[in-house]
């Protein structure tokens, strides 16, 4: 490895199991070679440890930092500190990535004169199937206020829009200017507090890009792993929710209007209710009680009453009125009928 990789790939590692190797071979496998891999170890305790060292004593490219654990916020950031490319990638160790990820990440990104490039991603759902994960890029580089705009996209999806976002908010998708990150001691929040990190990573970062190149072709593949964080079910995921929409409707008010991302942060936060919903009906005995509090809680209520409905779908209407109207036994059963059998872990997420 040189002394000065032009990429720097973080990965950060918590009792990832099977997962790692594959993950960590779809990376050595790359058809660009110039890079360094961090490993932080994040207190595992379930042989992942000693993975990650046999690991860098296979490829001379791989760097592994070990430190009790303090969650993929802390992880990545401890990444960071010891990153030394002139860009940085981030590999979630579930995952895997294209072989030609970064070349083409890479090569974009140059070619458009940009300091951050995203490409699409699959999602690969606990059943094995792959799809082509649904982003919505209004063009192929966003220059000056148009990153406002590929920002606010990840906020949320305007009133038409089919979905709740229009583009995804993980960071694993793109190569992001160390430059810029250290010039503005741009790090994760914890996850602890906030559901999404990533999503405030890019409210601080994307303030500060000059130009953001778009990769059209999927390169990375998001593994629905049931055991990782977002999968598991958590009795405070709805308090965290609230902390997180707050979070962000706090940064986006330094910046915007109102009327300019209010109805993209409540479309959103919306989807994130009806989820805490679903996962309540799934997975906790009481789930009838738990779902009556969101439904009473005064800001669900409050983004109920302001998000004009009148071009969402008719399922989503029918549950925001369900929810609106305290009708959780309704709700329980919906989403009941909505649930899969207990997933496997896929194929693809085991080997490659």
Known sequence: MSDHPKISIISTVYNTGPYLRPAVESILAQTFTDFELLLVDDGSHDGSAAVCDALAQEDARIRVFHQPNGGPAHARNTGLDHAVGDFVA??????YADPHMLEQLLTTLTQAQADTCFCR?????ADGSVRLAPEDYARSLYTGAEIDQLLLGMVGSRPHHPHDVEIGMSVWKGLYSLPILRAHHIRFLSEREYLSEDL?????YLAHAGAVAIVPEPLYYYCQN???LTGVYRADRFAREKRFYEKVSAELALRFPPEVYRPRLDKA????????????AAHNK???RNIAAICRDPLVQAVLRELDESQLPRLK???HWAIQHHCALFLYGAFRLRSAPAPQIPAQCRRR
């Open 200 to 204: 405030l990573f890019h409210l601080d």
């Open 317 to 319: 209407r029918v549950l």
């Open 286 to 288: 009481n789930s009838l």
């Open 121 to 125: 991603y699959y999602d690969v759902s």
């Open 226 to 228: 049931p055991a990782s």
């Open 269 to 280: 936060f919306l989807g994130r209710v009806r989820r805490c919903i679903a996962q309540e």
């Open 90 to 95: 981030f590999l979630d160790p579930d995952d």
